[in-house]
């Protein structure tokens, strides 16, 4: 059964930090992809970033593009997201996902449960 | 970037009827999209791939249809737990994933 669990969310001011994680299990974590999509609350669904299965190709939108950096340890199963200069539009329900294939430019089949990010003074 | 627009924002079906749901890409993404639902308080399930194609557990009454840039999602008799709020994406290559906006499906 895949399994994605999130951590590392919390209260945070803002242009602080804030690193992400989920850890993965049930499937072959190098063999997919993974993204970070968020959700702010009460709007809809926002794409962040994603990394292929390999760790060698990483996307951002351009809303966090400079700030946010993807990571991943194939050791650990484990996606990172490492926030940096973090502002309160940043504020979101952050969901870990699993790509269908090795590449992000396929369908989310699996979403972790989500982790809070709350920004502001 | 590609744009997704949905519609309706919201639409209000009684139990049993079939719903219809809108998805607009600002240009061709081929057959690469997807269809999501999500409960209040949960993470979003996939329903649709590849535009018509369902995902693993997906009951028949969900399907979907279209490609290049019109596309459909239809629930032929609503039961009470498909009110839920319903997103399209884009997954074609060399384009970011972007996400519609949502239609809600409540009870009428």
């Known amino acids: 059964e895949v399994q994605l669990l999130e951590s590392g969310g919390g209260l945070v001011q803002p242009g602080g930090s804030l690193r992400l994680s989920c850890a993965a299990s049930?499937?072959?974590?190098?063999?997919?992809?993974m993204s970070w999509v968020r959700q702010a609350p009460g709007k809809g669904l926002e794409w962040v970033s994603a990394?292929?299965?390999?760790?060698?190709?990483?996307s951002y939108a351009d809303s966090v593009k400079g700030r946010f950096t993807i990571s991943s340890d194939n050791s650990k199963n484990t996606v990172y997201l490492q926030m940096n200069s973090l502002r309160a539009e940043d504020t979101a329900v952050y969901y870990c996902?699993?790509?269908?294939?090795?590449?992000?430019?396929?369908?989310?089949?699996?979403w972790g449960q989500g982790t809070l990010v709350s920004v502001s003074s | 970037e590609i744009v997704m627009t949905q519609s309706p924002a919201t639409l209000s079906v009684s139990p049993g009827e079939r719903a219809t749901l809108s998805c607009r890409a600002s240009?061709?993404?081929?057959?690469?999209l997807a269809w999501y639902q999500q409960k209040p308080g949960q993470a979003p399930r996939l329903l649709i791939y590849?535009?018509?194609t369902r995902a693993t557990g997906i009951p028949a009454r969900f399907s979907g249809s279209g490609s290049g840039t019109e596309f459909t999602l239809t629930i032929s008799s609503l039961q009470s737990e498909d009110f839920a709020v319903y997103y399209c994406?884009?997954?074609?290559?060399?384009?970011?994933?972007?996400f519609g906006q949502g239609t809600k499906l409540e009870i009428k």
């Open positions: 240009q061709s993404v081929s057959s690469n």
């Open positions: 990394i292929s299965g390999s760790g060698d190709s990483t």
């Open positions: 590849g535009a018509s």
């Open positions: 049930g499937f072959t974590f190098s063999s997919y992809a």
């Open positions: 994406q884009q997954y074609n290559k060399w384009h970011p994933y972007t």
């Open positions: 996902a699993k790509a269908t294939e090795v590449y992000s430019s396929s369908p989310l089949d699996h």
